[in-house]
Structure formats: C-alpha cells, structure tokens
C-alpha cells in the first residue's frame, strides 16, 4: 500500500507542475472529440481539497483544459469567474478588500476556500450573471491511498443539481486517468441530457443550408452512438434522409429509411416516446407513409399493409390518412372485406374524405348494393373539393335514378 508520505509528495507534487499537466492535458483530449450542433458555457468553481494539498484551483484548471479540447464545451476563463464572484459575494460571507492575487498570479488560498463553499443558488446565480449553461463545483478527498473526486453539475436554469459524477483511483493516475475519466464522464452526461435539442439544431442547420447531408449525418450518427439508441434522435436522422430523398432517387437513402423507421415502430410499439411526435410534426413529414410506399413501390405489398397497421396502432397522427392507403393496399391486392374495413375506419376519423367514399362507390357498385352507392355518393357531394367532384359524384347519382 502507498504510504501518506508517498502520497503527499505526489500531491505537492501535481500542485507545483499545474501548467505542465494542462499543456499534457491538451494532447491526450483528442480522442474525445465531441460532434454537436453547438457548445456549451460551463463554469468551474473551485473544488473544496479535504486533502489540504492545495489542490482547488489545480483539478478545475485542467478540467477547464480538457473540456476546451472536447469541442463540446466552452469554459469561462478562471478570471472571468473570479472577478464575477469578487463583486457578487454576499457581505456577510467574507471581506474581501484584502483579497490579493499571489505572485504566481493565483488568488490567495481564502477566496478560493470561500469561492468552494458557495451554495448550489449562489452559485446559479453567478452562472446566469456569465450566461454560462452549467456550473461545476466538487470536493477531493484522500481515503487511505485513493484519491476520490466528486463533482456536482448544477443545470444554470434547472430546479435542481442535475446529476452527481465521481472517479477514484491512485494519485499517481490523477493526470492520465483520474481526471481525464471525470472530464468524460461529464460529458457524455451532458450529451445525454442535450442529444434531443442538439439533434433539432443539427436538423434546422441543415435546412438553413449551414450544414450538408453529409455532416449533418455525421453529427447525428455521433450523438446516436452515445445516447443509447435514443430514439428522438433516430427520427431526427430519419427526417434528415426523407428531406434528401424528395430531391432525388436514391436506393441506398431508401433503405437507411426502412431500416431506421422499423426501428422506431418497435420502439413505440414498447414504449411511446412524445420527442418522435414532436420531431416529425415539426418537420410535416409523415415517416411511416413514406416507408410504406418505398414498399409498396418495390411490389412488397404486405410489408407496406404491415407497416400501416403497426403505424395505427402506435402513431396517434395521420390515422385516417394510413387506414385509406391500408384500404387501397388491400384493395389492389383483391381484399375486398379488409379494404371496406380500411376505409369505413378512415371515414370515422374523417368523414369528408372524398377518395375513400368515391372507393366504397365502387366497391358497392360491383357488390349490387345500390343503398350504399347512394349514401356514398352524397357524402362525396357534400365534402367535395371543387365543381369538377361535384359535377362527377352528382352525375353518377343521377345516373341510378334514370335506372
């Protein structure tokens, strides 16, 4: 086991080589290059050292290091930050007019103490002052040989500390493993807790042509690989295929969409998730429609029928519009009984469709069942469109009197 000897040596010792960390720091970050569609203001308080090792400023300059390298945040610069919490301390904190910076231009080991202390809403408070998106603030312990850091996120906006995050190890890991781990850790914590708004702002840049198909797939395809399959996310990127494919043929699009929306039909088949409705709704696509007719398309009927039903049953949009093409699916595939079925549920959820009433038409025309014909036929009149269906359904209706 370490003695407390060794141990604090290495601590004196890390203290003593900070700026060398950081500039180490710069070269082991790459590998952690986080895509997204815009960075994020994070403020580093300093951390309270329960080692006594003066380790405060030490762990929070070298996470504000790596975090810059990540891409994925944008750090307030630890004299933006203290001079914000020199004019803003409560008086009845500390007196502060004998506060001084040391010569080495680090400021004197109370105010970083005080600064350390601070309450989660005093803390909040200075995050919103430098409009920053998340503070940081945590403790570092010592217990027998292992070194311990805890840190606490605390959402600048939020109600309440978002999430508590800690990593332990030997001192001796505390540049190559200790806080390079917690800095990940951080991280992707809050590529989860951002991937559905990251996910909109990538699919809104695209559209305003700030980004390309291609990056825009990247981007999203990086915030899928950490978000656990997030499906917001899949139906952000299955918008991003279907905008690209109304321009143009492409097989290989084609069966990304197949592939990614059967996906989310299994998704919301287990559990519904409202980030799919929204993200489809925003974008005034209808996903599932557009897979059954890549379907249909191919001559894989019973795929596309198969891909309705589960729609209705899981979909709570465009019910009306998925029963009338189920209809029709059945009816080019001589399923008559299936496609009256089809479409009398369309009509209940939209009764003035003129296409499925003018269908039934047929249908009961062929059938001998003159009654229905009629009664069909006057619902087509009366939510027609235009003259022209009014004039067609009224002249057919005509017609069966004359027989």
């Known amino acids: 086991m370490m003695s407390l000897t060794r141990i604090i040596?290495?601590?004196r010792k890390y203290n003593c080589l900070r700026i060398g960390l950081i500039i180490f720091v710069f070269f082991i970050v790459a590998a952690h290059k986080c895509d997204a569609a815009r960075s994020y203001k994070i403020v580093i308080m300093p951390f309270r050292d329960y080692t006594q090792m003066s380790m405060e400023e030490m762990v929070p300059d070298v996470l504000r290091s790596l975090f810059m390298q990540s891409g994925y945040f944008e750090p307030v610069d630890?004299?933006?930050?203290?001079?914000?919490?020199?004019?803003?301390?409560?008086?009845n904190m500390a007196k502060l007019t004998d506060v001084t910076k040391g010569a080495d231009g680090a400021w004197t080991t109370d105010k970083v103490y005080l600064m350390a202390r601070l309450d989660t809403e005093t803390v909040k408070k200075f995050g919103r002052q430098l409009k920053a998106d998340y503070v940081l603030k945590g403790n570092i312990s010592l217990i027998g040989s292992t070194m311990r850091i805890d840190?606490?996120?605390v959402g600048v906006n939020a109600r309440k500390t978002l999430g508590s995050i800690a990593v332990e190890g030997s001192p001796e890991g505390l540049s190559s493993g200790l806080l390079k781990e917690l800095s990940y850790k951080i991280t992707d914590f809050c590529r989860n807790l951002n991937a559905y708004d990251d996910a909109l702002s990538i699919i809104s840049l695209y559209n305003q042509g700030q980004y390309t198909f291609d990056v825009s797939e990247k981007k999203l395809k990086e915030i899928l690989s950490v978000t656990n399959d997030a499906v917001g996310i899949r139906a952000?990127?299955?918008?991003?295929y279907l905008s690209k494919i109304r321009n143009e043929e492409n097989v290989l699009l084609e069966?990304?969409?197949i592939e990614e929306g059967l996906k989310i039909l299994m998704h919301?088949?287990?559990?519904?998730?409202e980030n799919i409705l929204n993200v489809f709704s925003t974008s005034g696509i209808d996903p599932f429609d557009?897979?059954?007719?890549?379907?249909?398309?191919?001559?894989?009927?019973e795929k596309a029928i198969e891909v309705y039903r589960k729609a209705i049953s899981v979909y709570p949009m465009n019910i009306a519009g998925h029963y009338k093409e189920l209809g029709l699916l059945y009816l080019n595939n001589g399923s008559e009984d299936k496609a009256i079925d089809a479409f009398e549920k369309s009509l209940a959820t939209n009764r003035g469709n003129y296409e499925v009433n003018l269908a039934l038409v047929s249908i009961f025309e062929k059938r001998d069942q003159p009654d229905k014909v009629r009664k069909h036929l006057e619902e087509c009149i009366r939510y027609a469109r235009n003259i022209e269906e009014i004039k067609y359904a009224k002249g057919r209706l005509d017609g069966m009197k004359d027989q």
């Open 9 to 11: 040596g290495l601590l």
């Open 78 to 91: 630890r004299e933006i930050i203290y001079e914000t919490v020199s004019t803003e301390i409560p008086s």
């Open 151 to 153: 840190a606490e996120l």
């Open 236 to 240: 952000s990127l299955m918008v991003l």
């Open 255 to 257: 069966d990304k969409i």
């Open 268 to 273: 919301l088949d287990q559990n519904f998730d």
């Open 290 to 301: 557009e897979i059954a007719r890549i379907l249909s398309k191919r001559g894989d009927s």
